[in-house]
C-alpha cells in the first residue's frame, strides 16, 4: 500500500542514483493508483501541491482541472511524470530558429510513467471531464530552479520568462470554469 513518508524517503534514496531508480520508485508507486488516492484524499481542487522539496528534489501532487491545458514549458531538470487518477496527454516541442514546434506526444494513463530529459520542451492536456491526478518528482528545485526557465505562450508560441504565480491561476480559473458549467448543467431541466 502506498505510503507517502515511505514514497518520499524511497525518491530521496533514488535522487542520488540518477532518472532511472527515481522512474521505478515512480512506477511501483502509481502501480497501486487507488492506494495513491486514499493516502493523499480523493482530490477536491486542481492545483500543484509539494509534496517534498530541496535543491536536489521536488514532489509535487498535480490535479488537473477537467479539460484544462498548460503551455509549453521546460524544467531545466529531469522529470518523471506518474498518472495514478485520468489521464494526461503530453505534446513534445522542439526549439526552431525562432519558436518552437510539436515534435511528438505521448498519452498517460494510470499506470504509466514518463522519464523527461532536463531539455525536454512539453504542454499538458487533461482531455476527460474529471480530475487528473500525477505525481511528478523533478530532480532539482522546481520551484527555485538553478537555470531560468522558460514557457512559451500556448497561441503565438512565443517564448516567456516561467511564471509560477500565472501557472498557479492558471489551475484555479480551469476548476473555476468547471464548476461554472457543471453548476449550469445542473439547472437545465430534462
Ligand atoms: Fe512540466
Redesign the pocket.
Known amino acids: 500500500m502506498f505510503d507517502k513518508a515511505y514514497f518520499i524517503q524511497d525518491c530521496i534514496d533514488a535522487i542520488a542514483e540518477g532518472q532511472g531508480a527515481v522512474r521505478d520508485v515512480v512506477a511501483k508507486a502509481v502501480a497501486d493508483g487507488a492506494g495513491i488516492l486514499s493516502e493523499l484524499g480523493e482530490p477536491e481542487h486542481a492545483g500543484v501541491t509539494p509534496l517534498y522539496r530541496s535543491d536536489e528534489l521536488t514532489i509535487i501532487n498535480f490535479v488537473w482541472a477537467p479539460c484544462m491545458s ?1 503551455m509549453p ?1 521546460n ?1 531545466q531538470m529531469f ?1 518523471v511524470v506518474g498518472i495514478y487518477a485520468g489521464r494526461e496527454d503530453n505534446v513534445f516541442w522542439r526549439r526552431t530558429e525562432t519558436s518552437i514546434e510539436a515534435a511528438g506526444a505521448r498519452s498517460l494513463g494510470v499506470g504509466e510513467v514518463a522519464t ?1 530529459g532536463r531539455e525536454i520542451i ?1 504542454s ?1 492536456l487533461n482531455p476527460i471531464g474529471k480530475m487528473t491526478c500525477a505525481i ?1 518528482v523533478y530532480g532539482g528545485d522546481f520551484f527555485q530552479p538553478a537555470a531560468p526557465r522558460s514557457q512559451w505562450d500556448p497561441e503565438s508560441l512565443r517564448e516567456q520568462p516561467w511564471d509560477i504565480g500565472h501557472v498557479k491561476s492558471l489551475f484555479r480559473d480551469a476548476e473555476a470554469r468547471f464548476n461554472a458549467v457543471a453548476s449550469r448543467s445542473d439547472q437545465v431541466p430534462v
Open positions: 498548460l514549458h524544467h522529470s523527461l512539453h499538458v511528478h
